[in-house]
């Protein structure tokens, strides 16, 4: 059976720099929260890249699970980021890294 997790590119949109503080923080708390049920793997924000907030990497049981997720983030509800899904099929001992 594949072992898959899903990528949450989340992208600024116009209002981006109108964040406020507690967007922000409901941002984190869902982060917390993410991680707290075992369905965040790694997230975190990139320098350097135009338009670019972040990345989740979601453990999940399906892609519906992870876009229930991604449609739920805070940065996306309140209209100041956008997010594109993507589907990672994990390669690892385990499995002989796809051999």
Do not use: W
Request: aromatic share 10%; with cysteine.
């Amino acid at each position: 059976m594949e072992k898959m997790m899903y990528m949450m590119m989340i992208k600024k949109s116009k209002t981006y720099n109108k964040l406020t503080r507690q967007v922000v923080a409901e941002h984190v708390e869902n982060i917390r929260r993410l991680d707290d049920e075992g369905k965040l793997e790694i997230c975190g924000v990139f320098k350097g890249y135009s338009g670019m907030a972040g990345m989740y990497i979601l453990k999940t049981e399906s892609r519906e699970e992870a876009e229930e997720i991604c449609k739920a983030e805070p940065l996306v509800m309140g209209g100041y980021a956008t997010y594109q899904l993507y589907g990672l099929q994990i390669a690892d001992r385990e499995n002989n890294y796809l051999l």
